[in-house]
């Protein structure tokens, strides 16, 4: 299979290797080393897609990531990608694209009647109208405009790639393997610096892939590139990424930098990682990112076969592709002739080059007259025709006053245009460096007060090959003088600027017609033209940033990489006003856009956040157990049996500790090890209670607040030495209070001598409750008497258990007999399987965190983060008793003191009954004193006046100890209203309850002390 | 992601610090003396500075230390970092003036 | 009643160290001390322990099978043999009195890893941020740092050889993050 | 003005839309005006359109140091709902969502305020709780919320992964269906041009420099970067730079500056049919009428005017994204950036009077006060009408940092946006 627009020789593609692909159905072949573009255009195939808003036919402008029309989606099922660019996805083996926006087909799309009602829809016109009926907006309206946007379709289906990250450091990053990159690259790695250097596209070389003739170091161009790849590769201290792009410019010289790993496979291999993001912290940077055509500013400068004059050559020279057959050439500055005789050489008749300029100092006027072609100076091009391709064109002498003369016509099947070079500064700006307006070029150049970084080539406005190359050497140079240290001397200077580009221009081209009735576009993908942004003028849209967003101008995909200058250009004529002092909109990553997944990159699944278990999770899985995250770690939450659902469970694990004993794992609580001479001082300036007085061995619950004065966290500590405690925390406040205590410790208090361990993982906390407990562990622990003489309730030892060392409490946060067996968590589950053992002929049940929660409310015992938010003091839940009222100061104590924290209508922890014992009232449940109002309520999502919600429901379960519902709730006054009846509004209608002390069950704590 | 010079351990990426708010906000020794006004402006008033701010972080991944830092907050550039308890480095004028 | 003093189970127990491409093992138990102390108390540590704590930050020091972490500036992780802690904890705490300091058993709070090979430092450099060149990250070198979601230790023992201590719960993290790295080496 | 409506864009058609005249004027600053405005955001545009339309204040200037809209309006995710936890919120925010009901035919601008629902997905027994609080309390409040089920919310949200294997798997959600997006270019410009048809001047490129307080310390003037404008009330709503300005007079304030990031897919085809936020992963997302997928990622955790952040902000926001949704994995960011976002202790705004007389801050909306726009406006124009706040932003005074009185919606329920 030939295809027709093919050269029989030259370009760099492999034609050994022929590749089949469909676009839009229809089988094509091309050559590895193609992309989809050029493969199309081999194949003849110019209209690729419709466009946004006019649904107009579109074909390919550009030849790299610069393209704004030929987005196309590629591949199907699970790797469906829409919106790729024709010029970026690389041709391989049964690649499936297709066109997008339109239907029925690309060639025939219904939506294209949006064209002709284009004067309807200039810029803003949404704005203006779909306003009435109000309704109508989100039944028909709405849904109207979002289907007829959106471009390409998202994937309906999982994505089964994986993506990778790495990070990485160097002396020198250089972005950009243009001439003037690799040169810089070379240098930087003579002068010892460690190199990075990368480039989105598949092959190093930038413009030197396209370069015919040019010779470099007296070499011919491609065998320089050849050689300077092949030093690059060798060389140990340079990292040379292609398919990477450069996308990020971050604070303190990091970049990020997307590579494209599989896409370009036919077959990738399994496993192998479709992307990978890169985060480079650079000593320096060199942006050697090149410089991008501007398109020319033409009524229906849109059609199939109008391209970039430089993408032409692109074409025909890297991928030996014709672009057309006869092709005028529509130009303001000197490149367009360079590709002009490029294809002629190549027997692309040249109907004429239309040159806009009056007079073209540069020689290539006369070279192209030379060889034969056409060349009209002051000329335009006013008009072009053909449907799907263009056909045609209009072009008519046109003075420097703007007048037009006598139109003539000229057929044809491709129109170039060149209408200048915008310095590829994307980076460079998005680093916060300056520019300067180049009067000259037409063009912002780089101009200081950026990150540790250097520009070079064409990205700094230096255009001519070989002093591209000396810039790059010199500013790889400097860039490892900097980066490696004064051992290095830089013997090159920049290239200075010459500030000769050969012309551009940054205003449409003149043409007959009334300017309201033509559409000259601008941002070809937005569907944006120069009238849409002389109409945001005419409306009072002053700043390019307004201008940007009223017309849309610059925000489609391509972020107006080859339509920025034009609008710019266009607005400051409309605003009268000098183009420097318009200015240029803000540059934000990404420079193209990349991948959700290459930003993701590993966190899926399981590695998504780390999953944290103890020491006898498996015991439990294998148990059945159904767990419950709390923060990472995962936490058993009941133990079902033979089907039980949660209540049934949870009611048998509490009455199993309630009437024997239940095995509890807790080791997720937070555990510090607080040591020195002034751990006590230390305790007591940072907790409201007193500790000076607590004995070595013994325990006391603490409580600690924020300086604003509301609860920070609580927990046990145990005192096992003078100058040792050790320290319990919830288990979401671990890592909270430990800075919390190191913020004090290190900050206010440095002359305290006492030190701070976390221990959380030393110790896995198996939790011994129940009338039974005793029993039990008396079998297994050798050294200590468990005796309650010997160790009382809040008491603390330090022993052995089953051989293994152990910190022992008695302690309990059920309201029963208990103990807590801390042991080096290696053994935390060699030690619960004894304890099991020891236990079975008592019946011992393991519980799950939610019995912990019911026993620990039948006791009213709160859970900091349930039963209190970041607005509750000690007080409020009834802790004051905690307080040491000795202390002169406590973190927080000064801030009880304002006026908010003592007011009486505070709220405050409360139990609540509701007056039918079936009943569980829901957590989260407000609460409301109002009776009358209350059962106004009833109506749902009206706002009743009068009643005030009091206060709501923290804690709510069914007890089998007490036989009824049980709860705790926050009530404003809440101590003053025992035995009140409140009522709980739901939707379903009004439940009472009764106000109680919170403590349910064994107020004087008989049970503890057995 | 920004790179800050620990006393310490020297240059680390920000991911190992953890941000501590402004700095030399001392806390008076005896907060019962302070008026609520005062003490409102102790827990919450801020300088919030357009410019060279002084601010806490702690390497918490890092040596683990708390230390003090200017930073300009119009360009997030630090011009010092110093351990608690030292003074305030004065800066040369160009450096500690204030963006408006 | 039983003896389970022989009856460790670590947390990456059931982890096949032959899985993988052989870069990642998993250390045996050992000895863990965090020492926090002023620094007048380094001394007696030294001679207590038999090794000379760093004084310069983020380094280690060696002697036979024990060593000592810099961590911070009034902070060490000594490592010693599995056994050594009880003993150790009781001659350091002898040589010190009566100067003040903290001393606490860790021994279980962390695992060690091991990720050696070429490429130990590409490997690692798929979640580490810090720059893990021969130059800037010498042998000797350890420091905590992050290793993508979880805090680690990270200990150059070798030209091509690392030393990770990883939080006990967070290694199965560690190691399976690992594991998905090696895949893209 | 020149009235907007179907018709006029057709009458306009005929006339290749050379007629249409500018949205406001871009005058002069008068030596003086009856109130100035100090920030040309949504907040500030909506407070002098409410002085002019129910106060009869028209003789006010709105002083914007950039463009209109170029702050946090402009660069914001667009959620609006009025589901918050505690009473004087709910009333704040609510009032807010029923001035957006009619928003676009008082403005006679089609900000697009789209009633599309806004979700909050609940990832553990915490957060059920704690959105059954908020459900109860919207309810007696009269704000809608409902509790959905997980496969409910995947049936109004059919992207969203509900999997019981995923590492937070979605529990359940509350789903406030008066909830929406609207656009937001469109509400500060809609504002302006009303404000403007008014008498209020708009005044672009001006930047407040200092403020000039005469005996008794009340206020005089303002200088500019455009002259000195004599005023005896001066409101301030400069978002991110609050702190700066209240500086210029000596107030040291409860705020602090955060970068806070967003970022936009490429466009697609309709996908996403609400808003979906999850507190607990981090992550919020609806998609705009143009196609694109509208992201909000976190705030950098240091003070910042530099209206940018780091990476890794948005990289742990994408991860959530591909957790939540794992079809858009294969989506790519097209644009990212970043806000200024002044942030209280409280979370809560401030809107009221200062102690110094005839200056008045509306500020501290931080991560969230998009949806506020046109009840804040409303607010804060009575206050500096009457000198004295509205009954519903009267709990939002600067003072309650001194005696402790906070509205604590962060500490309750730590949700931003
Ligand atoms: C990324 C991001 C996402 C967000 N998402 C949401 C969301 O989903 N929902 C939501 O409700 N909210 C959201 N917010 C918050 C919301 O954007 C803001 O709360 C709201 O827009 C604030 O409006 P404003 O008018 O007060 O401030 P701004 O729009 O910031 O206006 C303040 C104006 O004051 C001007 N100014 C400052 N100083 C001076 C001076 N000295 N002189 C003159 N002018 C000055 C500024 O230039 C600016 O234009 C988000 C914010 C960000 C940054
Ligand atoms: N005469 C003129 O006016 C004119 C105009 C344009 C270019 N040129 C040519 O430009 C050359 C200058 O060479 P140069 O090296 O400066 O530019 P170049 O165009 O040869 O190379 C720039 C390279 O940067 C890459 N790049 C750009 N942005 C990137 C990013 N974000 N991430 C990764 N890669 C990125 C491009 O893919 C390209 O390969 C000369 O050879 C000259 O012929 C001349
Ligand atoms: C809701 C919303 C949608 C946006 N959609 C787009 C978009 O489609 N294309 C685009 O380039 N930018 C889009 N932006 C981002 C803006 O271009 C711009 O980045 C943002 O307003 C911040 O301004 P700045 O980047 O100029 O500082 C959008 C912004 C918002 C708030
Ligand atoms: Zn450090």
């Known amino acids: 299979m030939s295809a027709p627009f093919r050269l029989e020789g030259g370009g760099r593609i492999d034609r050994t290797r022929t590749l089949h692909f469909t676009f839009d159905g229809k089988p094509y072949a091309g050559f590895a080393g193609d992309t989809l573009a050029s493969a199309l255009l081999a194949n003849g195939v110019h209209l690729v897609g419709r466009s946004f808003k006019y649904h107009r036919p579109r074909g390919i402008v550009a030849a790299g990531s610069d393209e704004p029309n030929a987005l196309v989606s590629v591949g199907s099922g699970p790797r469906f990608t829409p919106n790729l660019r024709a010029t970026q996805v690389e041709l391989h083996d049964g690649l499936v694209a297709q066109s997008q926006n339109h239907w029925p087909s690309v060639n025939f799309d219904l939506g294209a009647l949006n064209d002709l009602f284009s004067p309807l829809f200039p810029a803003g016109f949404y704005y203006k109208t779909f306003m009435w009926p109000k309704s109508a907006w989100k039944r028909f309206y709405e849904p109207k405009i979002r289907a007829m946007a959106g471009l390409g379709h998202a994937p309906t289906l999982p994505d089964p790639d994986s993506y990778a990250q790495r990070y990485a450091h160097c002396d020198a990053l250089i972005i950009g393997a243009g001439p003037a990159g690799i040169a810089a690259a070379l240098a930087a790695e003579a002068h010892g610096a460690r190199v990075i250097l990368c480039d989105e596209e598949a092959e190093l070389g930038g413009s030197l892939l396209a370069e015919r003739k040019g010779i470099i170091e007296g070499k011919d161009a491609s065998a320089w590139l050849a050689d300077a790849v092949a030093k690059l590769r060798q060389s140990p201290k340079v990292r040379w990424l292609s398919r990477t792009t450069a996308f990020g410019y971050f604070p303190h010289n990091m970049l990020g930098l997307a590579e494209r790993m599989t896409d370009h496979l036919a077959a990738p291999a399994d496993g192998r990682p479709r992307e990978r993001l890169w985060q480079v912290r650079a000593k320096e940077v060199v942006l050697a990112t090149g410089a991008l055509e501007r398109p020319l500013v033409f009524p229906d400068n849109d059609r199939p076969g109008i391209m970039l004059a430089g993408a032409a050559r692109q074409y025909l020279t890297r991928y030996a592709v014709k672009p057309g057959s006869r092709a005028v050439v529509a130009t303001a500055h000197d490149e367009a002739y360079r590709a002009a005789l490029e294809l002629a050489a190549a027997s692309v008749e040249i109907a004429a080059i239309v040159d806009i300029r009056q007079d073209m100092p540069g020689p290539w006027a006369a070279r192209a007259r030379a060889a034969g072609l056409r060349v009209l100076p002051s000329t335009t091009l006013c008009a072009t025709s053909g449907r799907h391709r263009v056909s045609r064109v209009e072009i008519a002498p046109c003075g420097s006053d703007g007048k037009i003369g006598a139109r003539s016509r000229l057929d044809c099947d491709l129109v170039l245009m060149c209408g200048g070079f915008t310095p590829t500064i994307h980076l460079f700006s998005q680093a916060r460096g300056k520019l300067r307006f180049a009067e000259k070029l037409n063009a912002f150049l780089p101009d200081g007060g950026a990150e540790n970084l250097r520009c070079a080539g064409a990205c700094r406005g230096i255009f001519g090959l070989e002093s591209a190359i000396a810039d790059g050497v010199a500013a790889g140079e400097a860039a490892a003088r900097d980066a490696v240290g004064g051992r290095v001397e830089a013997v090159h200077a920049p290239v200075p600027l010459s500030e000769d580009g050969g012309g551009g221009r940054l205003e449409p081209l003149p043409n007959h017609r009334s300017p309201h009735r033509v559409k000259a576009f601008v941002d070809f993908q937005n569907d944006v033209t120069a009238k849409d942004v002389k109409l945001a003028v005419r409306e009072g849209f002053r700043s390019i940033e307004h201008i940007k967003r009223y017309t849309t101008t610059g925000m489609a995909t391509d972020q107006g990489k080859t339509s920025n200058m034009n609008a710019l250009g266009i607005a400051a004529s409309a605003l009268d006003k000098p183009l420097p002092t318009v200015g240029l909109t803000t540059f934000r990553m990404p420079y193209t856009p990349v991948t959700f997944g290459a930003f993701a990159g590993s966190a899926r699944g399981e590695l998504f956040d780390p999953v944290r278990v103890t020491s006898t999770h498996e015991w439990a899985k294998v148990k059945g157990a159904v767990f419950e995250d709390v923060g990472q770690w995962k936490r058993a ?30 080791s997720t609580l937070g555990k510090i090890e607080i040591v020195g001479p002034d751990a006590a001082e230390f305790m007591n300036r940072i907790y409201v209670n007193p500790w000076t007085k607590l004995e070595p061995g013994r325990c006391r619950y603490g409580v600690m607040l924020r300086e604003d004065g509301s609860i920070l966290d609580d927990g046990v500590v145990g005192r096992l030495a003078a100058d040792r405690f050790h320290v319990t925390t919830t288990t979401g406040g671990a890592v909270q209070v430990l800075n919390h205590m190191e913020d004090f410790l290190q900050t206010e208090w440095s002359g305290l001598d006492c030190w701070l361990t976390s221990t959380t993982e030393q110790w896995a906390v198996i939790a011994v409750q129940g009338p039974e407990s005793r029993k039990v562990l008396e079998r297994l622990v050798e050294d200590i008497d468990l005796s309650s003489a010997a160790m009382p309730h809040m008491s603390v030892r330090q022993g052995h258990i089953c051989g293994v060392p152990t910190r022992l409490f008695r302690v309990s946060f059920t309201g029963e007999l208990g103990f807590e067996i801390n042991v080096p968590a290696d053994y935390g589950r060699a030690i619960w399987e004894a304890v099991f053992d020891a236990g079975f002929s008592r019946r011992i049940t393991p519980y799950g965190t939610e019995a912990m929660h019911v026993m620990r409310a039948e006791k009213g015992y709160i859970i900091v983060g349930q039963d209190t938010d970041g607005t509750v003091t000690a007080d409020d839940v009834g802790l004051s008793w905690a307080i040491g009222k000795a202390k002169k100061d406590f973190v927080g104590k000064r801030s009880l003191a304002r006026p908010a924290m003592t007011d009486a209508d505070r709220k405050q922890l409360v139990g609540l009954l509701p007056e039918n014992p079936e009943l569980v009232l829901e957590e989260g449940a407000q609460i ?57 509004p739901m939707p379903e209608g009004v439940i009472k309850a009764v106000v109680t002390n919170p403590v349910f069950l064994d107020p004087e704590g008989k049970r503890l002390d057995a | 992601m920004l790179l800050i010079d620990c006393p310490f351990c020297g240059k680390r990426p920000e991911l190992e610090f953890r941000y501590g708010g402004e700095a030399h906000i001392a806390r008076p020794d005896d907060p019962s003396e302070f008026g609520d006004k005062a003490w409102g402006q102790f827990l919450y008033g801020r300088s919030n500075q357009r410019g060279m701010h002084a601010e806490r972080w702690r390497h918490v991944h890092g040596c683990g230390r708390f230390f003090n830092a200017l930073r300009d907050t119009t360009n997030d550039r630090f011009a010092a970092t110093y351990k608690i308890g030292e003074e305030r480095p004065a800066l040369p004028e160009a450096q500690g003036a204030v963006e408006a | 009643m039983p003896d389970l003093g022989q009856a460790r189970r670590g947390v990456l127990g059931g982890v096949d160290p032959s899985s993988g491409t052989g870069m990642l093992a998993v250390l045996p138990p050992l000895s863990r001390l965090i020492f926090r102390g002023r620094i007048s108390t380094i001394g007696r540590v030294a001679a207590a322990f038999g090794v000379e704590p760093a004084m310069e930050p983020c380094r280690a020091s ?84 992050l290793l993508q979601k979880t805090e680690i230790v990270l200990w150059r023992i070798a030209e091509t050889a690392f030393h990770l201590e990883v939080a006990r719960s967070f290694a199965p993290y560690a190691w399976g993050f690992l594991e998905q790295a090696e895949r893209d080496l | 003005m020149q009235r907007f409506s179907a018709l006029a864009l057709i009458r306009h058609a005929f006339t290749g839309h050379k007629t249409w005249r500018p949205q406001w004027r871009s005058p002069e600053p008068k030596p003086r005006y009856d109130a100035v405005i100090i920030g040309g955001g949504g907040h500030g545009l909506a407070t002098a359109y409410y002085l002019a339309t129910e106060f009869g204040i028209a003789n006010v200037a709105v002083l914007e140091k950039g463009w209109i809209g ?193 970022l936009v897919s490429e466009p697609v085809k309709p996908i996403f049919p609400c808003v979906v936020m999850s507190n607990t992963i981090h992550a919020y997302i609806s998609q705009s009428d143009k196609g694109e997928l509208v992201i909000g990622a976190g705030t950098d955790a240091y003070v910042s005017y530099t209206q940018r952040g780091a990476l890794h902000v948005p990289m742990h926001t994408l991860e959530a994204i591909c957790e939540l949704f794992p079809i858009f994995r294969r989506l790519r960011m097209l644009r990212n950036w970043g806000g200024i976002v002044d942030v209280t202790p409280d979370r809560s705004p401030i809107i009221g009077k200062t102690s110094v007389a005839g200056l008045y801050v509306n500020c501290g909306w931080g991560t969230g006060g998009f949806k506020a726009t046109p009840g804040s406006g409303h607010l804060f124009a009575w206050t500096l009408a009457k000198d004295e706040p509205h009954p519903i932003n009267a709990p939002f005074r600067l003072d309650r940092f001194r005696d402790g009185y906070l509205i604590d919606e962060a500490a309750a329920a730590a949700v931003a946006h």
């Open chain 4, 70 to 262: 170029g702050g946090n309006t402009g660069r914001n995710t667009t959620i609006i709902r009025s589901n918050y936890l505690f009473d004087e919120s709910a009333a704040l925010y609510d009032h807010a969502v029923k001035l957006w009901e009619g928003l676009s035919q008082a403005l006679n601008y089609n900000v697009m305020f789209s009633q599309r629902g806004v979700m909050m997905l609940a990832h553990n027994v915490h957060d059920q709780q704690s959105l059954k609080r908020h459900v109860h309390a919207n309810r007696l409040n009269g704000v809608d919320n409902e509790w959905l089920s997980a496969p409910a919310a995947k049936a109004f949200c059919p992207p969203l992964n509900i999997e019981a294997s995923m590492r937070y798997p979605v529990i359940g959600a509350a789903l406030q269906r008066r909830g929406g997006v609207a656009r937001h270019d469109a509400v500060a410009w809609g504002y302006a041009r009303a404000a403007d048809a008014l008498g209020v001047d708009i005044i672009e490129n001006c930047a407040v420099t200092a403020i000039r307080r005469g005996v008794g310390g009340a206020v005089e003037a303002v200088e500019t970067t455009r002259g000195a404008i004599e005023t005896r009330k001066v409101g301030v709503v400069a978002a991110g730079n609050t702190s700066t300005v209240m500086a210029m007079a000596d107030l040291r304030m409860p705020l602090e500056s955060y970068p806070l990031q967003a």
């Open chain 3, 62 to 145: 060696v002697s036979g099978e024990r060593a000592a972490l810099w961590l911070g500036p009034d902070e060490w992780l000594l490592l010693a043999r599995e056994s050594e802690a009880p003993d150790l904890i009781e001659k350091l705490t002898v040589a010190l009195a009566p100067l003040s300091f903290s001393l606490v058993d860790v021994s279980h709070r962390q695992v060690g890893l091991k990720v050696s090979g070429e490429h130990a430092a590409l490997l690692l450099s798929a979640g580490c941020p810090l720059d893990l060149d021969r130059q800037a990250f010498p042998i000797g070198m350890c420091t905590r740092t």
């Open chain 1, 637 to 666: 939450r009941y133990f079902p049996v033979k089907g039980e659902d949660m209540q049934r469970a949870v009611a048998r694990e509490c009455q199993a500790v309630r009437q024997s004993v239940g095995l509890f794992d807790g």
């Open chain 1, 928 to 984: 409301v004193a109002d009776r009358q109002s209350a059962i106004g309520q009833k109506m749902i999502g009206r706002k009743m006046m009068g009643e005030k919600m009091i206060g709501h429901v923290t804690s709510s379960y069914f007890s089998v100890a007490l036989g009824r519902g049980i709860a705790l709730a926050m009530v404003a006054g809440g101590r003053r209203r025992m035995g009140e009846t409140l009522c709980v």
